[in-house]
């Protein structure tokens, strides 16, 4: 086995590990980390195109966008610091920990339709990605747009975010952590420039919109953030046990929101003088109309990384969800799967569709609704255990103690798949309504959340399932990251 690095990386730079748990001796990772992997996971143009939206659309004005770009990344990654817990206690993925509440078998269900979501997570950035390769040549050197130049960039992009997924964990922190000095010091610029160049009485002058429309962008911008949740114990898994959970959602809140914030406000401002901006077809040329050129490609191209970045950290969990499903195939491998796919959308989207931003919104709004019930289960399930059985999770067949009732938890699985059809009822996109999505829920786009509270509130309810099969070791070694599961052991509270 090649040597280990205090963060459990091997020399090698290539992330071997796949589901099986992270032994203890092996968990040097730092608190501190995870605030670059979640600046990286944000540095997207996209931010500046949906703030802008809630000046064009929501018709709210500075003050009010200033409430949606603080609450959101609260909110979401306030769920994705509490779900990243599970990671410190059972050193495995989010999807591989989630058999142990839905079942060997039941995990499936929930792990399809992820996966399935990622899919389209990761068109849209290879798409955001292709189109800032275009731009940067444009502004350069005056290369137009075409389908021949359009597959090429697609091609460049999603080989760059092969690698570097392909790669795992240490080549992502590497790349997070030199992404977010740049990244920040080329915004803090473009907010120079449009402090000095904004209309700012036209900004603070435009009225404020309806309360309802703010929190309608509230659930807008908190999606994305929901569609880490289930991928947060994937990058706490080398985190000691000791770890502070408290500090954990602090580090992930504040790493999102220090980029959420600024990117939010930002394009809320352009929006001011670009109007036509959240309804383009190319959500990303604008900047090489409203920067100078000496800012916009620099600054495109740090963009650019952030969102390989984003695309990679999906990706990288990805590989994790379809090894999970029973693809058996290395991660690395499992990564290309998603890689072919998002090609293939990525060119559909960009050539074939005639809104991006129409599309994206919908996107957003559907990828929240699927992963919220899983939360809710999930997270009550996470509140309940304080520990996870290692080899149970990787054993698949009958003698795992959680195979449950034919490899299904069926509290898990009734409060899951009830919660998808309620957060469905209430939601309404370009091209699908739910019969509930007249109610102030589905008027505020507040489906995710009903989702989210049914899953819960329904699994809290249920009897406790009872784990079945031998039971764990009585005293488990250390090095194998295993500690067993007392029965009666009392809920964790955040300090565990």
Not at 74 to 103: D, E, N, Q, T
Not at 341 to 366: N, Q
């Amino acid at each position: 086995m090649p040597a280990e690095h205090a963060d459990g990386a091997a020399d090698t730079a290539i992330e071997t590990r796949g589901l099986e748990p992270v032994p203890d001796g092996e968990r040097g990772g730092r608190v501190r980390e995870l605030v670059p992997t979640w600046v990286a996971a944000n540095i997207s143009v996209l931010l500046l195109t949906m703030g802008a939206g809630l000046v064009i659309f929501n018709k709210l004005n500075i003050w009010q966008v200033l409430v949606v770009a603080v609450a959101a990344p609260v909110v979401s990654y306030g769920l994705v610091g509490l779900i990243s817990i599970a990671g410190k206690r059972g050193g495995a993925p989010g999807m591989a920990l989630s058999r142990a509440v839905f079942g060997q078998r039941g995990n499936l269900f929930p792990g399809a339709l992820i996966w399935v979501a990622r899919w389209g997570w990761e068109t849209i950035n290879a798409v955001s990605g292709a189109y800032a390769v275009l731009t940067v040549l444009d502004l350069l050197f005056g290369v137009r747009s075409g389908t021949p130049l359009i597959v090429v960039t697609l091609l460049f992009f999603v080989g760059c975010t092969f690698v570097v997924s392909g790669l795992g964990i240490s080549a992502l922190r590497v790349c997070s952590k030199w992404s977010t000095y740049l990244f920040g010091a080329f915004s803090v610029l473009v907010l120079g420039y449009l402090l000095f160049t904004t209309d700012w009485s036209a900004v603070f002058g435009k009225p404020a919109g309806s309360s309802a429309m703010m929190i309608a962008g509230i659930g807008t911008i908190a999606a994305g953030g929901i569609s880490w949740v289930p991928s947060g114990p994937d990058f706490t898994r080398y985190l000691p046990r000791t770890a502070s959970s408290g500090a954990m959602v602090g580090a992930t809140i504040g790493g999102a929101g220090v980029v959420v914030l600024p990117m939010v406000l930002m394009g809320a401002v352009m929006a001011v003088g670009t109007p036509d901006l959240a309804g383009a077809q190319d959500p990303v040329s604008f900047i090489g109309e409203l920067l100078p050129t000496w800012i916009a490609v620099p600054y495109l191209l740090i963009a650019l990384i952030g969102m390989l970045l984003i695309n990679s950290m999906s990706m990288y969990s990805a590989g994790f969800t379809a090894q999970t499903l029973g693809i058996k195939v290395p991660r690395a491998w499992a990564v290309g799967v998603n890689a072919i796919i998002s090609l293939v959308f990525g060119f559909l989207l960009m050539v074939v569709a005639t809104s991006f931003f129409g599309s994206f919104i919908s996107f957003l709004t559907l990828l929240a609704v699927a992963f919220s019930a899983w939360i809710g289960v999930f997270g009550v399930d996470m509140l309940r255990r304080t520990a996870y059985d290692g080899p149970a999770l990787m054993d698949t067949t009958r003698t795992s103690a959680y195979w449950y009732k034919g490899g299904f938890a069926w509290q898990a699985m009734t409060a899951w798949a009830l919660a998808l059809l309620m957060g469905l009822l209430f939601t309404e996109v370009d091209w699908f309504g739910g019969p509930l999505a007249g109610t102030w829920i589905g008027r505020n786009g507040l489906g995710w959340v009903a989702g989210i509270v049914t899953s819960g509130v329904l699994y809290a309810v249920l009897p406790r399932t009872a784990a079945t099969g031998p039971a764990p070791s009585a005293a488990p070694q250390p090095a194998a990251g295993h500690r067993p599961e007392p029965e009666s052991e009392p809920a964790g509270s955040l300090s565990n």
